[in-house]
C-alpha cells in the first residue's frame, strides 16, 4: 500500500509539471529525460534541418535562423493582429534571446530588408489566387545568405486566423511540417491541419525545439550533421530528472 501511495503522488507531481500553466512559459532552459531525447532529436530534426517543400522549395541541409533584432512590420488589415502578434513576440524574444519587435502602424513592408518579417492579412479568395491554388491557407516565405535569414514574408488568410502560431514557427527556420508516420505522443503547431498532431499554440516540445535552434552553439549555416551532434550535447549535458509518466510533455529545468 505505501508504494502505491508513493507512485501515486509522484505521478500528481509529474502531472503537475507537465502540464502546469507555469510550464509552457518558464524562461529556463528545457531539459527532457534521456528516454525521451531521440525521439525529441528526430522532431527537431524533421522541422529544422530536413526539408519537405518538394521541388519549389528545396533548400540546402543546414541551419536556418535570425541572427540580430528582428523587426515586424504589418500590412493595414493585419493591424486588427497587432495585439496577438506583440504577444508572440515577446514569446519568441525569450525562447531566442533576441529581440524581436513590432513595427509602429504604417511602417511600409521592407522587400529584401535587414531582419525584417512583414505581415499580410487578406481575404482567403485572394489567397488563392496569389498562389495559383484554393488548398492554401497561410504562406511563410524566408530568404537569408548563408543560413543567416535576413527577410520574412507572411501571408495569413481571415478565415483562418489561427494558423498565425503555426507560420510564426515557420518564419523563425523551421521550414518543414511534422507529420510522424509511426506511433507518437508528440503535438506540434507545425503539424498539419485538423490532424491529431496539432495544437493550436506552442507546444513544450515546439518551446523546446525554438530554444535549441538559437542556442548559441547552433549557427547559422551551419551542416545538419554537425547540429545534430550538437543538439544531442547540449540535451543531454544536463542533469536529468525523474522519467515521466508519458511522453507527452518533458519538464523544465535550468540547462
Request: glycine share 8%.
Amino acid at each position: 500500500m505505501r508504494g502505491i501511495r508513493r507512485f501515486f503522488l509522484f505521478l500528481v507531481t509529474s502531472l503537475l509539471v507537465v502540464f502546469g500553466p507555469a510550464a509552457a512559459e518558464n524562461t529556463a532552459e528545457p531539459t527532457i529525460p534521456s528516454r525521451l531525447a531521440p525521439s525529441f532529436i528526430e522532431f527537431f530534426d524533421t522541422l529544422a534541418l530536413t526539408a519537405d517543400f518538394g521541388p519549389f522549395n528545396r533548400r540546402p541541409a543546414w541551419v536556418r535562423k535570425w541572427n540580430g533584432p528582428v523587426t515586424i512590420t504589418l500590412s493595414e488589415p493585419a493591424e486588427k493582429l497587432r495585439d496577438d502578434i506583440e504577444r508572440l513576440t515577446r514569446r519568441v524574444s525569450r525562447w531566442t534571446g533576441l529581440p524581436f519587435s513590432v513595427a509602429t502602424p504604417g511602417t511600409r513592408p521592407i522587400a529584401d530588408g535587414s531582419n525584417v518579417i512583414n505581415i499580410r492579412l487578406i481575404p482567403q479568395a485572394d489567397t488563392g489566387a496569389a498562389f495559383a491554388s484554393g488548398d492554401i491557407v497561410c504562406q511563410t516565405e524566408t530568404h537569408g545568405m548563408g543560413g543567416a535569414l535576413h527577410t520574412g514574408y507572411m501571408v495569413i488568410s481571415e478565415r483562418y486566423i489561427d494558423c498565425l502560431t503555426h507560420e510564426f514557427m515557420h518564419v523563425l527556420g523551421f521550414d518543414s511540417h511534422w507529420r510522424p508516420t509511426g506511433r507518437t505522443n508528440i503535438r506540434s503547431v507545425l503539424a498539419l491541419r485538423d490532424t491529431e498532431m496539432r495544437t493550436s499554440d506552442f507546444s513544450s516540445w515546439d518551446i523546446l525545439a525554438i530554444r535549441l535552434l538559437y542556442n548559441q552553439r547552433i549557427h547559422a549555416g551551419m551542416p545538419r550533421g554537425r547540429s545534430l551532434v550538437i543538439a544531442n550535447e547540449v540535451i543531454r549535458r544536463g542533469p536529468q530528472r525523474a522519467a515521466l509518466p508519458s511522453a507527452s510533455g518533458f519538464r523544465q529545468t535550468n540547462w
